[in-house]
């Protein structure tokens, strides 16, 4: 059943993803008035399959990869809705919804995963992926404010701007937006990496640093170090800051990606 | 629904001859109780603003005389502003009042000004009891379409001023303008109109500098600001959130190496220069730096004449909202024009039909309840056959502009008092009390127009 919740959601989040889409160019304000009900419907039945899927098979099965794959996409969701209650736009759309969507629709075809045990984890591991979660969410909330900042300052430097970039909102609202999010971001990850080593060195010993994906994390951290710092020290802004933003998101989904590679993140008894 | 409008607008008539006819705030209630008292005037509102002076007026039947009212009012001899007057009636009357309300008919088509200018000439009106009844419900009608053409048509929502255009490219590069800091370089009219509107939006502190240093003191004393001497601006500018140049100087001032400095001394955080020197002040490589964005004159032209176009495509949209509301309005009037008689018509009958059984009873004796009944429905027969036919040629009437020729004649025929009719509908039949016509058997003093120039 939680299954059929999540597809519900995913053909909801595809509404919310075309109207994004048309809102690029046009003012698309006949597929808002279809899709903001959908994405909030989508949000809802989403919830509803993850509490479940929780119920039935215990906490311990929202890690394996396709659960964690689908609160992030609801977590992201959550966030894309905040933004449009603070800021009253819904420009940010055209970026997250592709995500959102692809990740749902991931998780929403995945083959059902073994089943793991995470009593031989105990807790330790359940915080390291939530806080992981929490702290992707927020990575990818920084990069599509850089995303979002380059457009609308290259708009205005053209002096035209789109229908879509005149919704946004103000230059350096969007730039605040993305800096409270890496500010937010970076203890989370910090942290949450530092539990998976703690729990990683006393169960494989010191070769768990060899990992793909323990690697591909670590230089993800480093990219989102540099962001913090340059931001601090220089103020970067605008072009320089979302080539870093962007090359960090890419890193992010290498190491996300990794998943699949990776022996440690199975969960699974040995 | 005898409306009519008569007066003089920006696209009738131009400012000498607008001038003659304005009539100042503290006149208008004199104003309006002579028009008021005037033959067959109902109910009337002055709007008298520097763009347009129109009187508005109901009338019993429909024949009310404006232009005896504007040649009294004003002392004006017989025809001589005549081509500079409008005049519309009924239902091109009611028209007009949506679109003056909705300021598709202003100057600048989507300025808010009009509404609130009409608003307050209905507020005055309905003070000294000049709008009672059906104008008031037009008038309430109209706001309402107002509001409508500017909730669903963009028509209102973009600046067509240089100064406004600056201020919404401020806000969109900082947000709030709230505590940020302006910088005037060279103290030019056009610079202090950018300062004042960006004040309005809450800019904090002013910077001036100015080659004769006397001037920036003489600009920063109105704005509460900072006189800074011109040998110190490039240490000073990166102190402004937004820059606005406009000296008489045949070169730039600001180059590009003086933009990367500013943006280091401000930690990359973004800057906004607004150009309106001719020959320009400002380099415009400088706006190929990240975090600086730069607007010329030409530039911020530009934006306002694609707001003009924009709002040009939305008063189309405008315009058909309000034909619109016209029809509805129009429908409901008519009804509510009728109705008022179908009621007392079948009251009157019923009435008739009571007291008929009222004098028959005496003689009929004890009914049994069956007889009563039969009695009963008899008599209401009787008068439901007789008044089929008014009703339904009332009904049809309402929808065609003959309809107060039936209304009178169903009335004369039935000899309805008008007294009888209660009201039902928002729109009542009812007339007003008979007004005193004291006023206007006086002469109209002729009236200086120069006294009330607006």
Redesign the interface.
Known sequence: MPLVWLRVATVLYGVGLVHAILMLRQKGERSGRIAAPAVCLGMVFHFVSLVETAVLYGYAELLTIRHAESALALIIAVIFAGLYLRYKTASPAAFIFPLVFILTFASAIAQHSVTISSSIFGGWIFFHVCTLIFGYAMLFLSFVSSLLYLVLSRQLKRKQTSPWAARMPALQEIDELGYRALLLGFPFMTIGLLAGSVVAEERFGAAFAADPKVLLSLLMWGIYLTLLYTRWSAGWRGRKAAYLASFAFLVAVCAWGANYLSKLHRFIAP | MNFSVLGVNHKTAPVEVRERFAISESRLPEALARLTAMDGVEEGMIVSTCNRVEIFARSQNGNCDLQKFVRDYFGFSAGEYEPYIFEHQQLEAVKHVFRVASSLDSMVVGESQILGQVKEAYATARAVGAVNSQLDQLLTRAFAVAKKVRNETTIATSSVSIASVAVE?A??????LTGKSVYLVGAGKMCELAARHLIAHGAKKIYVGNRTYDRAVALAEKFDGEAIPFDRLYDTAPWADIIISSTGAPHTIFRKEHGEKFLQA?????MFFIDIAVPRDIDPAL??L??I?V?NID?LQ??VASHIGDRRKEAVRAELLVEEEVRKFEQRAQTADVVPTIVSLQQHLENLRQAELDRVRGRLGNLSPEQEMAVESLTRGIINKIMHTPITTLKSAARDPESTTVVDVVRKLFNLRTEAAPMPAPVAIVPAPVRQPAASAEPAPPLAASQNRK
């Open positions: 490219l806000e969109k590069i900082f947000g709030s401000r930690k990359n955080r973004p706006n190929d990240d975090g964005f607007y530039d530009q934006v």
